[in-house]
């Protein structure tokens, strides 16, 4: 019963009085600061990431992964927003490329299935092939209608996302997703464990997003728990009696694997990478790496960042 309890708490949290998503102005936390001990980089000297707005992307490196876009250039990335479509030439440039919530045209204003790919198949073969020969790939997407306009890339690395809105219903809270280390729902791995015990994450806090299928060769790290079901409606935020369930236990919501010479790291919720603040009627609701809930999120993505930037390494 928490799953359906959880669905009405972010229905009543996004939708409002007037039913709809749009009705709670989402917009980067810019007050949110969180410190660097140690910076991976000397500033400006790092792996450059850039990250996709070429697609009709929900998140952007100054909207609303302003603070995902600071945080890595704390750690002394070099971040840079692209607005070209995939190809060789502009993927030459990157040694990291970052897709949070890319769109097809269709779906900007309209949130309803069908939800075609966001990217042309030469697009998909372009990062293929970029990935095979070393880049690293962090590719998101959030619930519907996000997974679907991603889903035919993710299928390139063996990913099968759903779309649809996943929720935990052995979570303990009705707000995020809690996946933590002593319950086996977030596993050990270079992201979780750090490059020192310092780093080490014990919980990352996810809202909603999707749930995905992995394929063999690639390695859950953020795992759905026994009760976990995804809600697949015909329109986003819109649940009935007769909405799609699917039990989804076991699968993923964040992962990653080698391809080739490179990397790539799958997560199906972009919220918890940023720091952001929800308008609604009762006040500002923050959203993000900036919730208590989320205390080690900051250091996760650094984590996943420092794996990523090993591509091509071994």
């Keep these: 019963m928490r799953a359906v309890a959880s669905i009405w708490w972010w229905v009543s949290l996004w939708c409002g009085a007037s039913g709809t998503a749009a009705a709670a102005q989402q917009m980067a936390d810019t007050t949110f600061y969180a410190e660097i001990e140690s910076p991976a980089y000397v500033a400006g000297t790092g792996p450059v990431v850039l990250i996709d707005e070429a697609h009709h992307n929900y998140h952007t490196a100054a909207g609303r992964y302003l603070a995902f876009a600071t945080l890595l250039r704390r750690d002394g990335y070099v971040v840079l927003a692209s607005a070209e479509p995939f190809t060789a030439r502009s993927l030459a440039q990157a040694d990291i490329l970052v897709v949070s919530n890319a769109l097809n045209e269709r779906n900007v204003e309209d949130w309803s299935l069908p939800t075609p790919s966001a990217f042309a198949a030469h697009e998909v073969a372009a990062v293929r092939e970029w990935v095979s020969a070393g880049g690293a790939l962090m590719l998101i997407a959030d619930h519907m209608p996000m997974p679907g306009a991603a889903a035919m890339l993710a299928a390139e690395f063996g990913a099968r996302f759903l779309n649809g809105f996943a929720f935990d ?9 809690i996946f933590r280390r002593s319950d086996g729902s977030l596993q050990p791995h270079p992201t979780t464990d750090g490059r020192d015990p310092s780093e080490r994450v014990d919980s990352v806090a996810s809202f909603t997003g999707q749930a995905f ?23 986003a935020w819109e649940f009935t009696e007769s909405t799609e369930k699917v039990s989804v236990g076991g699968w993923a919501q964040g992962a990653v694997l080698q391809f080739g010479a490179g990397r790539v790291a799958l997560f199906g919720e972009a919220a918890m990478f940023t720091a952001q603040v929800a308008a609604t009627e009762s006040g500002r609701f923050p959203m993000g790496m900036n919730r208590p809930e989320a205390v080690q999120n900051q250091q996760f993505l650094l984590n996943v960042m420092h794996w990523l930037s090993s591509a091509g390494s071994h």
């Design 169 to 177: 219903s052995e979570s303990d809270t009705e707000g995020p997703i």
């Design 213 to 235: 299928e992995v394929g063999p060769t690639a390695i859950p790290i953020m795992v759905f728990r026994s009760n976990a079901v995804s809600f697949n409606p015909r329109v």
